[in-house]
């Protein structure tokens, strides 16, 4: 299945002249974003960044933004809306602040896909709801943008209220640069599935064999700082997958010794997966794509504003590090910055 790609000569700019565009948020992504499109053209004085009083305000202000604290106010007379809050806010502040006052043929743009997939967000039907959705950090995004460059972004037009939700959403990729490297089609489903997918099933199996993987290797008398240092602190996975994005998920292992390619690569080979795969399909559809974890985590999402072991988060680390890789590390790290 390939999808299909968007570019600069896809979009037209034009299509944005004369609208109002609120950015709801002035963060990592809200930052970029907004600069980029007034870099593109948009006038500074159809750009409205909505944001609470807070250091994020400030730096908009800084920049030469003009900022409203009253959500209700900004929305009022956005045609296009950037919703560039964190996403575990974003159904509270949206649905209470900005969608009562929001136009009926309004643009409403999301860079996640969680909260449009697990319908969290009210909508009207007349209004637009699209997402792009750099895959990229906000300071790449800019970062990338002045260079020139573009960066890989996922494009998609979840609610067709005006008739003309894709040439608007091209029209707005392009104007923060994600159509110069081709922004891919792609949907909240495929983005939210792929996203909590990595972070629930992939990233997790990595984290596990890491883990493992130290305590064999201690247990067989290896030191922690060599330990530390082979696996992870010589930055050499980094490396690797640099070497994945630019060569080759395969064609990297060309870089490493004979011996360690036909271990790496027979090694592979020999694993026939099949528990893996097994647990990964569980994870995506009976927990990722049912919403039973979405369910799960909107009860728990308040309780992480607190502090100490009521946070749930910071339980979940108290635990991850009292593994012996994390406590090694925590050894080997006092000792490098001479405490030990
Ligand atoms: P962020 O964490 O940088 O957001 C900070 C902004 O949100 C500030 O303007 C702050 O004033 C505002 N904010 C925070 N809590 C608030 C609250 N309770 N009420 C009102 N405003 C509040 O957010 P980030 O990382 O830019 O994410 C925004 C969206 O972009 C999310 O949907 C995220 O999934 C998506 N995204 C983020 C990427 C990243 O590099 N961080 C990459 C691609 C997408």
Redesign the pocket.
């Known amino acids: 299945m390939s999808a299909k790609i968007y570019y600069d000569t896809d979009a037209d700019l034009g299509l944005l002249s004369g609208k109002t565009i609120v950015f709801?948020?002035?963060?990592?992504?809200?930052a970029a974003q907004a600069q980029n499109l007034r870099d593109s053209g948009i006038p500074n004085d159809k750009i409205l960044i909505a944001?609470?009083e807070?250091a994020?305000?400030e730096d908009a202000k800084s920049k030469g933004f003009t900022v409203e604290h009253d959500?209700a106010k900004a929305a009022s007379v956005a045609d296009v809306l950037f919703?560039?809050?964190?996403?575990q806010?974003?159904q509270?502040?949206y649905n209470g602040q900005v969608a009562p006052t929001l136009k009926a043929n309004a643009t409403i743009v999301?860079?996640?896909g969680?909260?449009v997939f697990y319908q969290l967000l009210e909508f009207k039907p007349t209004q637009d709801v699209v997402m792009v959705?750099?895959?990229?950090?906000?300071s790449s995004?800019r970062s990338l943008y002045e260079k020139g460059k573009g960066f890989p972004c996922f494009v998609s037009v979840e609610q067709d209220g005006t008739g003309s939700g894709l040439a608007t959403a091209l029209a707005l990729s392009k104007a923060i640069g994600a159509t110069k490297a081709g922004a891919i089609a792609s949907s909240v489903r495929e983005e939210t599935a792929m996203d909590l997918f990595a972070e629930q099933a992939l990233w997790p199996h990595i984290i596990m064999l890491f883990r493992e993987a130290f305590s064999v290797l201690k247990e067989a008398g290896c030191s922690d700082e060599a330990l530390c240092y082979e696996m992870w602190m010589s930055k050499e996975p980094a490396e690797i997958f640099e070497r994945a994005a630019e060569e080759g998920f395969i064609k990297q292992l060309k870089h490493h010794s004979s011996v360690s390619q036909f271990g790496q690569l027979s090694g592979a080979l020999a694993l026939d997966g099949k528990d893996a795969r097994e647990h990964f399909k569980n994870i995506l559809y009976n927990q990722v794509l049912n919403g039973k974890f979405c369910k799960e985590f909107s009860k728990i999402e308040a309780d992480l504003e607190k502090e100490g072991a009521e946070n749930p988060l910071n339980e979940l680390y108290r635990k991850s590090e009292e593994s012996e890789l994390g406590q090694a590390e925590k050894r080997v790290r006092q000792r490098l910055a001479g405490l030990l």
Request: net charge positive.
């Open positions: 709801l948020g002035f963060g990592n992504q809200g944001n609470r807070d994020y305000a959500f919703l560039l809050i964190p996403d806010v974003q509270r502040v999301v860079a996640s969680y909260n959705a750099p895959r990229m950090i906000g995004v």
